[in-house]
């Protein structure tokens, strides 16, 4: 029986953000697993920056991708109209990717400028940047008050501690009104 792997699922759908240049970004457990303590994620989640142009040309490819799928057409486009959420589950794997189509606000652009290319099985992906990271999931546990999102922003800072941009991260955290928690963090 052959394992089951995200990564390779990961790596075909960036080739096909990339191909019909889709920026794009992966967040969530996936990107704690690069910038902090590894964690069982059970999906993938990617924030692209989405027109119903390009969706157009994004559905059927995924839908491609194997026989048996799921990806609804209309939650897809409802995503896009409201910078959503909208969802595909590979037949073959069973993983489900979760999709957010980008807000069009200064902090959301910021972090997709701000994305970094990773190596995963010799592709390049493109990830949230740890700083971007821990400032989301700041936002999410604010929004949601679920311990994961703290416990993830606390051993990305931990891991990547060195390597992060200290001023950055306390600008955006007072402007996102979650300086707070940053600051017992740090």
Avoid: C
Avoid at 53 to 64: C, F, G, M, Q
Avoid at 99 to 113: A, E, G, P
């Amino acid at each position: 029986m052959e394992q089951i792997d995200p990564r390779r699922l990961l790596v075909k759908v960036s080739e096909i953000l990339q191909k019909f240049k889709i920026p794009y970004m992966v967040t969530g457990g996936m990107a704690v697993f690069v910038w902090g303590r590894p964690r069982f994620t059970a999906d993938i989640d990617i924030v692209v920056e989405l027109t119903s142009a390009t969706a157009e040309k994004l559905i059927p490819v995924l839908r491609s991708l194997s026989e048996i799928n799921y990806l609804d057409e209309n939650a897809a486009r409802d995503a896009i109209n409201r910078f959503g959420e909208f969802n595909f589950i590979d037949g073959e794997s069973g993983i489900k990717i979760d999709f957010w189509v980008l807000k069009n606000d200064l902090f959301n652009q910021t972090r997709l400028k701000r994305r970094i290319p990773k190596i995963i099985l010799g592709r390049k992906v493109f990830f949230i940047s740890p700083e971007d990271l821990i400032l989301t999931k700041l936002l999410w546990h604010k929004s949601a008050g679920t311990s994961r999102h703290l416990e993830d922003a606390e051993s990305t800072l931990k891991i990547s501690g060195g390597k992060l941009n200290i001023k950055y991260l306390k600008r955006w955290a007072k402007k996102l009104e979650v300086s707070d928690v940053l600051s017992k963090l740090i």
